[in-house]
């Protein structure tokens, strides 16, 4: 399944569903097959997302120095995408629509 989010203001963004489910998780919204982030949430939306990443930085920092401490070079360690990563083509399209005053909506 796909979810796509859609916005006048900007190209529509298609995510994975464990990743649009993340993404709506993190803005408080139930991962519904359709729903709306208005305007009005948006600042708060954003809010939330960049939180969301810089806890996400400190986690995967701490496990980097754990494995440090026990003697792993932390460059051995499996490399995965990051939330920084995941959410920046998100971000933007919330900063471009909020800029527009135009609603997100999404669907699978």
Do not use: C, N
Not at 15 to 28: A, D, T, V
Not at 29 to 41: D, F, L, M, N, Y
């Amino acid at each position: 399944m796909l979810y796509k989010f859609k916005s006048p203001a900007t190209a529509d963004l298609i995510l994975l569903e464990p990743q649009g489910r993340q993404m709506l998780q993190i803005l408080g919204k139930e991962p519904a097959p359709r729903g709306i982030i208005t305007v009005a949430q948006m600042p708060g939306a954003i809010a939330a997302i960049e939180a969301a990443v810089v806890a996400d930085d400190e986690r995967r920092a701490a496990e980097r120095a754990q494995a440090q401490a026990e003697g792993i070079d932390p460059a051995e360690l499996p490399e995965a995408v990051h939330l920084r990563q995941r959410a920046a083509p998100f971000l933007a399209l919330l900063r471009r629509s909020m800029a527009a005053e135009r609603d997100v909506v999404w669907g699978v």
